[in-house]
């Protein structure tokens, strides 16, 4: 073989693998981990190895000390799967003056080594979830530097559209990778605006994945919710309610693709409604999901190794075809 056929072979093979199509993985958000059977056979049917787990949120206690909250309960444990424990800090923590961040890192790490000893369970990657702010940043910042040091497993952090747009005033946390949060675009709000996702929002911020550079993978949303609104003010979220369950109660009315009105008081779901409030059901359709997988492959600077979905749940997956999450992750 003449060496310039060996150059094209060695570029065409390399070209192929930096092409793979990423895997397919799925956030675990609730707070007891038992699979239901059919989110056994998503997770069969789409090769699925590795699961995002919630561990906990963290939040201030009343005296304004970092705690955990809902800390995770396995009812079953997922040997069969690389587990990746995600631990949600609010950003409220961080803003706290008071906070030790290098004494939270410790916590963090050995509340995470405590309920892998529990359940007999390795990880080898941990991943920090935090909408952090300018005000947020030093001590965000200095938490990872510190988490590094203390834990010998990989480190990730989710990303939002606006930390990649601002970088340069936001900075990027010294982790291994990132995870784009490609949803909660918009406000929450008694408008006809969709705050899930939003296309037009997301092209603001999307130029600037090219110059981003952490490496990322993607997370995408699959979950749904309403937005209850009473004289024109939010009153607050309600989940897993589907369009079909509203159109057989005879006290919600269909105004349009988005509204519903209350047309007799009513409690639904423990939740109580007034005649007149309005529900703005926001769900995430499957060409929302074909879109959104559209346009990352077209601004990204890089494959993503995974396109995770948020999140693992039977009422999510329920509304989609069965192929879906393959399809999505073929796009790019």
Wanted: charged residues 25%; contains cysteine; glycine residues 2%.
């Amino acid at each position: 073989m003449s060496k310039k056929w060996f150059v094209f072979l060695v570029l065409i093979l390399c070209s192929c693998t930096s092409h793979d199509k990423p895997l397919v993985s799925f956030y675990y958000w609730k707070t007891v981990f038992k699979l239901s059977k059919l989110e056994k056979e998503v997770l069969k049917d789409n090769m699925v190895t590795k699961l995002y787990i919630r561990y906990c949120d963290i939040d201030l206690d009343s005296n304004k000390k970092p705690f955990p909250v809902s800390p995770i309960h396995f009812e079953e444990v997922p040997n069969e799967f690389t587990i990746v424990p995600v631990i949600y800090i609010k950003n409220r923590v961080l803003l706290e003056k008071n906070t030790n961040v290098e004494d939270l890192a410790n916590k963090v790490s050995n509340f995470i080594t405590q309920i892998n000893t529990k359940n007999n369970l390795n990880c080898s990657e941990i991943q920090i979830d935090c909408d952090w702010s300018l005000q947020s940043q030093n001590n965000y910042l200095r938490f990872i530097n510190v988490l590094k040091k203390v834990s010998p497993k990989k480190l990730s952090a989710t990303i939002r559209l606006h930390q990649v747009k601002y970088y340069k005033k936001t900075k990027i946390p010294e982790v291994d990778s990132g995870v784009l949060m490609y949803y909660n675009m918009g406000t929450i709000a008694p408008d006809s605006a969709i705050s899930i996702y939003d296309q037009q929002i997301a092209a603001r911020y999307l130029s600037s994945l090219k110059k981003y550079p952490l490496p990322l993978n993607f997370a995408l949303p699959i979950f749904s919710w309403s937005i209850h609104i009473r004289d024109g003010k939010v009153m607050g979220l309600r989940n897993k309610l589907r369009r079909e369950n509203l159109d057989k109660d005879s006290h919600f009315k269909s105004l349009n693709n988005i509204f519903y009105k209350v047309t007799k008081d009513n409690y639904k779901a423990g939740v109580y409604y007034r005649q007149g409030d309005l529900l703005k059901l926001e769900t995430i359709v499957t060409n929302d999901l074909k879109e959104m997988a559209d346009d990352l492959n077209d601004a990204k600077s890089q494959q993503p190794k995974e396109i995770i979905f948020y999140d693992l749940d039977e009422f999510n997956i329920q509304q989609y075809e069965k192929n879906i999450f393959q399809e999505v992750t073929s796009r790019f």
